[in-house]
């Protein structure tokens, strides 16, 4: 007896005979990219259920490849861009691998009637959103992170020269994130010790960055892609600013969650905020932040934007400004 029922992907996949049992009129699916994955227990759960109209809504409807997209579409229109065989034939091959520019016009001919899409930097649709300014900040190894950055790409590459097919690929992965977290800290390889920031030029310039931000009265989000790395931030800056740092992570439950987006958003004791990249790169409000700081970037653009526009979104009455560590 209600218009409107609201949910959750976990409470939907674990009453999906409930949600079964009746045909909706409207299924409103919100931070679509969910259901990218169209083998998962919760994307075959959502397009089980019975609409007569189906709604999906997303930043990223493409993260990573275009069978996202096509798992998108599966959802509102079963069948309309052909099985995923079919469609990796006609379009991802000659897309992803060939970059074939007439493809991709009629894969865009093909789901452009379907598609209502929003820029935030189109002022006929969004008038008072002021600018997001992109600054590359560009780091120096400090000499303990030069000599562990050699040492590592040393031993590696001697394995990875002996070695070939699935165990090759696994140690070139391996070295690229050992590689990313030397320069992020010594003591996020090594997991040893204090990490004082004259070890890192990254961890330099950050406190250098956010401390101007909270001495001129602003807040600032922190993204990092490693828990661990988002934990020693938090030591860090917390005895080098003299001030609480919070940390949004994975492990909080939703309660907490909640209850640290709220001390930021309305606390002026709360400055700045820690966030992991996988717990807080979508779904989250956070615009009393007017600095967004990219402590390690992501492998893809598109999850960086989406972090970035928890600052950048509407209600932000201030320009963004958003920084990028970048280790030379």
């Given at each position: ?13 674990r009453d999906l ?53 096509w798992s998108l ?55 008072d959103l002021p ?198």
């Amino acid at each position: 007896q209600v218009d409107v029922l609201i949910t959750t992907y976990g409470i939907l996949r674990r009453d999906l005979e409930r949600f079964c049992s009746r045909e909706w009129s409207l299924l409103v699916v919100d931070e679509a990219q969910n259901l990218k994955n169209p083998e998962s227990e919760q994307t075959r759960a959502v397009k089980s259920l019975p609409a007569r109209a189906r709604l999906a809504l997303s930043g990223t409807p493409v993260e990573n490849r275009l069978s996202e997209l096509w798992s998108l579409f599966d959802f509102l229109n079963p069948g309309y861009l052909g099985s995923l065989a079919e469609f990796g034939r006609r379009f991802i091959v000659p897309i992803e691998k060939y970059r074939d520019r007439d493809r991709i016009e009629k894969l865009r001919q093909a789901t452009a009637p379907f598609i209502l899409r929003r820029l935030k930097t189109d002022r006929a649709v969004i008038k008072d959103l002021p600018d997001k300014v992109i600054n590359n900040e560009y780091c120096h190894l400090t000499p303990e992170q030069a000599a562990l950055y050699q040492e590592v790409v040393d031993g590696t590459l001697r394995q990875i020269e002996a070695s070939a097919g699935i165990t090759r690929r696994g140690l070139i992965f391996k070295l690229l994130t050992a590689l990313r977290q030397i320069c992020n800290h010594p003591v996020h390889f090594t997991r040893k010790g204090e990490p004082a920031k004259e070890l890192s030029g990254k961890a330099e310039k950050a406190v250098e960055l956010i401390n101007g931000v909270v001495r001129s009265g602003e807040k600032a989000l922190v993204f990092t892609q490693f828990r661990e790395m988002g934990e020693l931030l938090v030591r860090l800056l917390s005895r080098e600013l003299e001030e609480e740092i919070l940390f949004f992570h994975g492990g909080l439950s939703p309660a907490a969650r909640t209850a640290l987006v709220e001390r930021f958003q309305e606390s002026a004791d709360c400055p700045v905020m820690v966030v992991s990249l996988k717990a807080g790169g979508t779904g989250l409000n956070l615009t009393a932040a007017t600095n967004v700081l990219h402590y390690d970037l992501w492998w893809n653009p598109a999850v960086e934007d989406q972090a970035a526009d928890r600052a950048y979104r509407i209600g932000q009455t201030r320009t963004v400004m958003v920084y990028r560590l970048i280790t030379l």
